[in-house]
Each structure stands twice: as C-alpha cells, then as structure tokens.
C-alpha cells in the first residue's frame, strides 16, 4: 500500500551546519512531493515541491533531491539557523483521480544547536 | 501573502455536541481540503472539495462528518455528534491547482 516514511525521527545539528533529512517513499505512482515544516502549534508550512519528472529543485537555501530509482527523497538545508528548528514532513501527492489528497510521512524533528 | 485563516483557534465542546470549524481559503484558490492531526501522530487527510462538491474524503470522514462552503470565501467543516477520539488539531488548506496545498493554522478540537 502507499506510505511515505522518514528514515531518522530527530536531528540535531550545529548552527551553521548543513541538515539533510530523508525520507522514502514506496508509492512509484506519486506526481509530486512536497517538504513542509511544522513548528509546534502551527500549520505546515510549503518550504519546497518537486514533480516526479524532476531530480532536483533548489530554493532559498533548501535544495530537494528526488531519486526515483530507490524512492527516496530528501531536504538539504544549508547553513542551518535556529529558526530551523521544527517538525519536518515529506508529503506525496498522486494527482490522477482528482482528489490531491496529501499523504504524510511521521516527520523529522530537527535541532538546531547553538 | 495570502494566507489561509481558520477560526476558532481553539474549540472546547462536550461529547456529542456538533461542532462547526470554520476556515477561509486563499481567495483565488479552487481546492479546499480539510486533514487533522492527533497529538504527536502526523496529518492525515479527511476530505477535499472541488467544484462544491467532495472530490476525495477518508476512511476517517464517515456519516458524522459534513463540508461546505457557503459563499465564496468560507469553508467549513462540520462534526454532528463529537467523539473523544475527534480531539485533534484541524487543518485547512487550499489550493489553485492540483498541486501545492497551504495550510492554515489550525483549531485545536477538545472534546470532553
């Protein structure tokens, strides 16, 4: 069945420190991605999307890497601020069907320290 | 920016009480979704909405679940009979086209 999963439930990194956090897929039929971040009492916020005819998107310090060949996605983040820190989810969306519904994965916490 | 806002921020109500959770889209937008998330749990998705009518909803939104959108600027999801088990944050979220979904910030439901 479809699943969206993160491979490591917390990161702690250094200020100033890249961040990669990962996250596999196993529906080969998904369109699109996309990364949100969550901080605590929020909604999830859109950081980036990529369709699934893409490899890589870079945006404002974040770049999203998609390998199709072992459903694997990941957020690069560089130089890492405490702002950062949050609850990071990878979502996928298969847009045939007219629904879009998201399916997100459990989420990665990432601390930035300083 | 537009943005997605819903109200209230958060709604205490009694087992069995009906409860309407109120959300504005960004005004362009054409797909509106409600997803909810159980503390600690990740967002799940309950049920989308295109063209006034449902598109797509969850195992999780049954009979006691029911959308709307009034007039052009309101959505809105309404629970007939509340559970213990509804107590969740709340999501709204739009979208112009198939593809990127903003979040609102939320309703914390608490039911008692």
């Known amino acids: 069945g479809e699943s969206v999963g993160l491979h490591l439930p917390t990161l702690s990194v250094q200020e100033g420190d890249n961040s990669i956090i990962n996250c596999a897929y196993s529906?080969?039929?998904?369109?699109?991605f996309i990364w949100y971040k969550q901080e605590s009492g929020k909604g999830p916020q859109f950081i980036i999307d990529?369709?699934?005819?893409?490899d890589k998107r870079q945006g404002q310090r974040v770049t999203v890497l998609l390998n199709k060949t072992v459903k694997h996605l990941s957020l690069q983040i560089a130089a890492t601020q405490p702002g950062d820190s949050a609850v990071y989810f990878c979502?996928?969306?298969?847009?045939?069907?007219?629904?879009?519904?998201?399916?997100f994965g459990t989420g990665t916490q990432l601390k930035v320290e300083l | 920016e537009p943005e997605v806002t819903q109200t209230p921020s958060h709604q205490v109500t009694q087992m069995g009480q009906e409860v309407i959770l109120r959300c504005v889209p960004i005004?362009?937008?054409?797909?509106f979704y409600w997803y909810r998330q159980i503390l600690g749990q990740k967002v799940e998705f309950l049920v989308s909405?295109?063209?006034?009518?449902?598109?797509?909803k969850s195992e999780i939104f049954d009979d006691q679940f029911s959308v709307e959108r009034p007039d052009g600027s309101n959505f809105t999801l309404k629970i007939r009979s509340t559970k213990l088990e509804d107590s969740a944050m709340y999501f709204c979220?739009?979208?112009?086209?198939?593809?990127?979904?903003?979040f609102g910030p939320g309703t914390r439901l608490t039911v008692l």
């Open positions: 979220a739009s979208s112009l086209s198939t593809d990127t979904q903003y």
């Open positions: 529906n080969s039929a998904s369109d699109y």
């Open positions: 990529i369709r699934s005819n893409m």
């Open positions: 979502a996928e969306i298969k847009q045939a069907g007219g629904g879009n519904k998201l399916t």
């Open positions: 005004s362009n937008h054409l797909y």
């Open positions: 909405f295109y063209n006034n009518e449902i598109s797509e």
